[in-house]
């Protein structure tokens, strides 16, 4: 089943996300980035099949979560449109600006059932 989905322009939208994306020298032209939400299952075991880099261990830090690897047969990497280097923004609605990475962590692991991760993208990011 493909369905064709229009990118979210969180970044024009949102005054959160313009923010977010202005402190970002990475992505410093729309035309080379988008923002996209993607919707993942997971059942009472296993895991969501990657992991994450970025934030501090302190309240606040205000740093950027990335991806850093995904699993092969987990339900990320059967969906494929997750790619490494991509930065998570959102889990199931709830901003990951200024989170630490242990609370980000618990959070991913305590998720079951229907899962929707917004993520900006772009060509550099490898799969």
């Not at 035309?31 to 993607?38: Q, R, T």
Request: hydrophobic residues 35%; glycine residues 8%; proline residues 4%.
């Amino acid at each position: 089943l493909s369905v064709k989905e229009e990118p979210k322009d969180y970044c024009k939208t949102s005054v959160k996300w313009q923010t977010f994306i202005y402190a970002l020298p990475l992505l410093p032209c729309r035309h080379l980035y988008y923002c996209k939400d993607i919707v993942l299952r997971r059942n009472t075991s296993g895991s969501l099949g990657f992991s994450i880099v970025g934030g501090q261990e302190e309240i606040n830090c205000n740093q950027s979560f990335f991806i850093r690897s995904i699993v092969e047969g987990t339900p990320a990497y059967n969906d494929g449109r997750i790619r490494c280097g991509d930065i998570l923004l959102e889990v199931n609605g709830k901003s990951t600006w200024g989170l630490t990475h242990t609370a980000l962590v618990r959070l991913l692991k305590e998720l079951r059932g229907r899962i929707t991760l917004t993520i900006v993208s772009w060509p550099g990011s490898l799969l």
